[in-house]
């Protein structure tokens, strides 16, 4: 099978990065494959971004530039562009991360061998060359083996937020669901090895920058630590070993009593980290960490934590006004 750029939608996704959002755009119109279209989604910035994006659009008649009617966050902004995309292969891709030239052939060369697979994705550098994250020997790998063996195990994902993605395979999922916010990639990535083989590349493709201006809204800090972004993972985890596993059978049972399990103590492990830190603010919130899915003794040991830590280390009644999650008092 023959792959060329003229079956590859590229959906960039923006929001308020117009300081480094133009060598984001220069990377990925300096790629070898010909023939994409580009899709730019802005999510409703404000700092300037769109009128880049806008300005960056009318002087290439091959990228179209679009602006959701109100900000949706990632996941909503990722399917409001993928909407607008109806070629067989999209790529995903967001406004921080520098692309290599080769990124897209280097995608589209694993689709042609490989046809089969859901998505596919690559290894990652950081601004200095250095490799970051998991790497791996294979090309194509069985999809529920990656979930089993990759995905549903830990916390993190090896997959960022970029992918090359099989449209019919998207189409059949119904896109990302909404619901877990900035973690609804990692879900998605989840879901798609569920049902077909996985596609790597072993080369670092993306730098991956980390810059997050200093107006940027808490909602958009994809890396910042909060029990929000925490039940997110949990919820997501849990509903995808249920689609895997089930709950009918033996397996589904342990395999879901295993989760709870490890769900508790990495909660708990956050309430002893707040303790021990002295951090009231983390303690303060720590409700919003319940999920259906706690074991009893977590939900005691919480309330307990919550009810006592302040007499327990006579910390004050409130932290001071302004101070982030996590933030020391």
Sequence with gaps: MTLTGEQLSV??????????????????LRQTLPGYELIISDDSSSDGTWEIVSRWAARH?????LRTPRNLGMAGN???????CARPYLALLHH?????????EKWLGVARRHPDVGFIFNAYAD??????GDRFAWERLDGHEFLERHLLPRWGCP???????SRRHLDALGGLREEFDLLADVDLWMRLSARAPVGYVD?????????????YPAAYQGRSWSWRRQRYLYELHARNRVEHYGLESTRGRLESLAFRTRLSLETAKWLSYALVRRRWPMIESAHESSTAHDQAWLRLYREGVRRYAPQWLAW???????????DEP
Excluded: K, M, W
């Design 11 to 28: 959906c960039l996704l923006t929001f308020d990065h117009a300081a480094i959002v133009e060598s984001t755009l220069d990377s990925v």
């Design 61 to 65: 008649p091959h990228v179209v530039a």
């Design 78 to 84: 990722a399917n409001f562009a993928l909407q607008h």
């Design 96 to 104: 921080d991360d520098v692309y290599r030239s080769d990124l897209l």
């Design 127 to 132: 601004e200095h060359g250095r490799p970051i």
């Design 159 to 165: 997959v960022r937020g970029t992918a090359l993605i």
């Design 203 to 215: 080369e670092p493709l993306i730098c991956v920058r980390q810059q997050r201006p200093q107006y």
């Design 316 to 326: 004050p009644e409130r932290a001071e006004p302004g101070r982030r999650l996590g």
